[in-house]
Every structure is written in C-alpha cells, then in structure tokens.
C-alpha cells in the first residue's frame, strides 16, 4: 500500500486541491493528513486561499482513503462536518517492515516520545511548518512541513511512503 503524507493545510483550498491532485497523481492509496486541516490558529496569518468549506468538499470526496490525525487547531466541531475520523492525536502505520508513528507533533514530539519509540520507527509529523528528514538516536522524523504558511524557507512539500521507504518530496 502506498501512502501520501501532507501536513497543515490550514483552511487553505488551493492546497488542499493541490494535495489531492498530487496524491492522485503518485498513484496512493491511503491520504495521510498530519493536522490542521480546516481552521488557520490564532498564531498565523490567513492562508491566501482560506476556504475551509472548499476544503470540506476536497477532502470529503476522498474520505474513504484518509486517514488523519488530530492537529492543535482541530475540535470537534470540525468532526462534524469532516467525513472522516480526524480526533486521534496519533496513528500507527505500517508498511513493509517498517512502523510509522503518525502525529501531529503539538502533544507527541521528540521531547515526549523518547519512552514510547522504538529504533527504526519513522515519526510523521507537522506542526512546526518547517521540513525536516532526520535520523536522532535510531529514530527518523519526517515532517513535510506546511503548503499553506511554510517555515524557516521550508518549500511546500509531502511524503510519499511505499514499501517500507519514505521519500521527502516538494510539490511541483
């Protein structure tokens, strides 16, 4: 199974389109949303493309291939207009012979997650907006940073994971 990771999309409706065609594009099964998906926080500015109903629509055409997990920004009013479950702070995902700790990084982080990962565990998170692939004491974190209001000169990008290896990609 091959899988599409994007992270903090903020309510933003051209990223959310561009997330989907991408994923279509790559040939992913499974739709893999780190967070933040509808509403922009209170700490930064509006997306250019703030449209969280658009965002719905995008998002809940694909809503039997998601799987996501609950960002800082999410509540629970998002999981009533959301098709799919959006209020887990976290997810395992296996593919190959390797495990994927599926987050988005505000509660579970590399400062917390020390006692409950293993070596050779791959962290998928977001939050920061900030791209990282790095390998720290056995554990790799990956974070495709945000599309909508990237970080630190982080360009918009995702992960692509399939048979055990993920990739860091920027979109194009």
Same mark, same amino acid.
């Given at each position: 199974?091959?899988?599409?990771?994007?992270?903090?999309?903020?309510?933003?409706?051209?990223?959310?389109?561009?997330?989907?065609?991408?994923?279509?594009?790559?040939?992913?099964?499974?739709?893999?949303?780190?967070?933040?998906?509808?509403?922009?926080?209170?700490?930064?500015?509006?997306?250019?493309?703030?449209?969280?109903?658009?965002?719905?629509?995008?998002?809940?055409?694909? &809503?039997?291939?998601?799987? &996501?997990?609950?960002?800082?920004?999410?509540?629970?009013?998002?999981?009533?207009?959301?098709?799919?479950?959006?209020?887990?702070?976290?997810?395992?995902?296996?593919?190959?012979?390797?495990?994927?700790?599926?987050?988005?990084?505000?509660?579970?982080?590399?400062?917390?997650?020390?006692?409950?990962?293993?070596?050779?565990?791959?962290?998928?998170?977001?939050?920061?907006?900030?791209?990282?692939?790095?390998?720290?004491?056995?554990?790799?974190?990956?974070?495709?940073?945000?599309?909508?209001?990237?970080?630190?000169?982080?360009?918009?990008?995702?992960?692509?994971?399939?048979?055990?290896?993920?990739?860091?990609?920027?979109?194009?």
């Amino acid at each position: 199974m091959k899988f599409f990771v994007v992270s903090d999309i903020h309510g933003d409706s051209y990223w959310a389109q561009r997330a989907v065609d991408t994923f279509v594009s790559e040939g992913a099964d499974r739709l893999v949303l780190l967070g933040d998906i509808l509403y922009h926080g209170p700490r930064n500015d509006l997306p250019e493309n703030y449209n969280p109903k658009k965002v719905i629509e995008i998002f809940n055409g694909y &809503a039997d291939r998601i799987l &996501a997990v609950r960002g800082n920004c999410e509540a629970e009013v998002d999981q009533m207009v959301l098709k799919f479950p959006c209020m887990a702070d976290y997810a395992y995902i296996v593919s190959g012979e390797t495990v994927f700790f599926a987050t988005h990084g505000h509660i579970y982080n590399e400062q917390t997650l020390q006692a409950y990962i293993s070596k050779g565990t791959v962290v998928l998170s977001g939050h920061t907006h900030v791209t990282v692939d790095e390998v720290r004491n056995g554990i790799r974190y990956m974070n495709p940073g945000s599309p909508s209001i990237p970080k630190e000169g982080s360009k918009p990008s995702y992960i692509v994971i399939d048979d055990g290896q993920a990739v860091l990609k920027e979109f194009t």
